[in-house]
């Protein structure tokens, strides 16, 4: 019993560190521009599909795929933020998330048409299969998964808080006119925010490819749980996301197991909503 | 106009697409309207489905003297009805209960379909069905189970498939087999997804063994489309079911492979109820880690020249995909109905209902393994009926029961990878 409970909370922390790394990139996008990106979950599946021509193209893994993924994003990133976000931010709330809804479904169903409705998957150990430690198992995929979650996490926070480039968003996010007086383009800003943010959703997506199914729809699946973790965290903040992914992944795992499956997202949104009454900005948001 | 726009523009365009359906209509021809999931996570059936259909309306269209006895093959178009030709109108349920009956509605009254096939997932196929029920259309089924379905009294409603009473007796018989044969099979554990689907064939499997004396020891039910199942997955691997039936679409079964690897957990025999693992993509994706799974079908390629050696081979050259249980009972059901309105002489709904009702088909003059075709009052085929196979290479699966249509014989326990 308590050996299977360490299992539950191992496989719990792992999922967790998962659902932080989707995340990272859609709550770096709201805390720079006020924009929800309704696009996230299908950036995550882009990120997957490129894993998976690198893999039947080139036979690589995610050591060619990760990096490949990043950077096409990052430059999808850039040319959203060009063509449709620069613009779509000027009008209103609803221009914003119709605009991202119909890129997201832009995207889903360009990729349908390309690569059809067909489940796909990577080979299980193309990240070394499984460790057993003291019987406790540990999918090498999700530990890389896990470890560059806190390693984006960390460099994201860094970033913002540590380099003149993160001052320099951080001040456009405030104030974009007296960013513009102190000699600060938004412009620009606003679209390595959209990289950056691009950049790590590629990541993430090449990263989960090789543990979960590959299908056009799948940003829909994974989607909500961005949602919920980028606000149980507190929107615009990178650690915060890190921080309820892992308390999400925790809480879904045990209750699936303890109390079962059918009720875990019960209690995990009953929980959710639950602190957000007491704390609408979420666990480390700003007021 | 600026780049900004022409993105606009294909965001616009591509929810317009996704928004609405094409509604092509052409007069003189047999309108038959096909509900099915041609987007959301059950997509890779309805695109399944539209080959399949493409390729029986081909059959049906135009003359296939190859094909024998087959119905509706020799000649071009629908004899009864001067070679009137078929056509489907399709509608995407998008997985959800809500829009299918929204598109029955729209495909009855606005696209004046004379009858209505689909819609997959059980859930979907009783609110669709009981639009076409209100509006006095046939609608025919070929692959939901839920054996509610044709408990309704309705008397527009006729299913071609077996359903999962028929099931619980050939899982019965099956697992008594093995069981004289020297395997374990008295603690039995059901996994199911929460759907109409899941939970109905779980609720039916219960009953229908309880009644022969067999308890289902443990019943893990989680929430369908799921994004982790490692819970459920260990609270197997605690309980050390013999037997664990799964009954699962495709993405959770995918989910499901993954994961019983990752956790190394086998349970000596793995039986599924058809659905996600006789989906291509599943044995694709899993199959070489799901060696040695039991699934049930009533599908099979037959000999080399036989009709349904032909169809299956028109499928694949369509389709690039084998022709696998679920999309092959979709077709059958489109055949059925065709057959019906032909016999019927008249696009008439009640005409049609009639023809229904007398449907009589042979073993010869269908693709499944069925006994036959012949609708009960309650609209379902009493003739309808199934085996197992095994997916012991994992790459193809081979019927392994009944002895009398085995290909090969069971392998226990189950390999896994």
Known sequence: ?287 | MRFSHVIGLFSAAAMSAALVGNAAAQSKTVKIGGIFPMSGNAASIGVHVKHAFDVALDIINNPHPELGNFPLAKNGGLAGLGGAKVEIVYADNQGSPATGQNQALRLITEEKVVALTGAYQSGITLTASAIAEKYNIPFVNGESVAPNLTERGFKWFFRVTPIATDFARVYYEFLNDMKAAGAKTDNIAILHDNTEYGASVANTLTTAFKEKGIAVALDVAYATNATDVQSQVLQLKEKKPDVVIAISYTSDAILFAKTMQALDYKPPMLLADDSGYSDPSFIKAVGKISQGVFNRSSWSVGPAGSPTAIIAKMYKDKSGDDMDDTVARQMQALFVLCEAIDRAGSTEPAKIQAALKATDLKPDQIMMGYKGVKFDDKGQNILASGLIIQLQDGENYVSVWPKASAEKTPIMPYKGW
């Open chain 1, 1 to 287: 019993m308590t050996f299977t409970l360490v299992q539950v909370i191992v496989g719990g922390l792992l999922l967790g560190a998962v659902y932080a790394l989707f995340s990272s990139g859609l709550t770096l996008v709201w805390g720079m521009m006020n924009v929800v990106n309704f696009a996230h979950g299908d950036f995550v599946m882009l990120g997957m599909y490129v894993a998976f021509v690198v893999y039947t193209l080139l036979g690589g893994g995610p050591l060619i795929g990760a990096p490949l993924a990043t950077l096409l994003l990052a430059t999808l990133g850039v040319i959203v933020y060009f063509g449709l976000i620069r613009d779509i931010m000027k009008g209103p709330m609803l221009a914003q998330i119709l605009g991202t809804f119909g890129l997201a479904l832009l995207l889903r169903y360009s990729v349908f048409w390309w690569f059809g409705a067909n489940f796909l998957s990577l080979p299980e150990n193309l990240v070394g299969g499984t460790f057993d430690i003291f019987g406790i198992r540990i999918q090498a995929s999700r530990l890389l998964a896990g470890v560059v979650a806190l390693v984006v996490t960390l460099a994201l926070h860094l970033l913002l808080t540590r380099t003149t480039l993160g001052s320099r968003m951080l001040a456009v996010a405030e104030d974009a006119t007296a960013a513009q007086l102190m000699g600060i383009r938004p412009d620009s800003m606003q679209a390595i925010a959209w990289a950056i943010a691009a950049g790590a959703t590629g990541l993430a997506g090449a990263l989960i490819a090789t543990f979960f199914y590959i299908v056009p729809t799948v940003g829909e699946t994974l989607g909500i749980v961005a949602f919920v973790t980028v606000s149980l965290g507190g929107f615009g903040s990178v650690p915060g996301a890190l921080v309820a992914g892992l308390l999400i992944g925790v809480i879904e795992s045990l209750s699936g197991y303890l109390i079962g499956a059918v009720y875990k997202d019960i209690v995990v949104y009953s929980l959710f909503l639950g602190f957000l009454w007491f704390r609408p900005q979420g666990l480390m948001g700003k007021t």
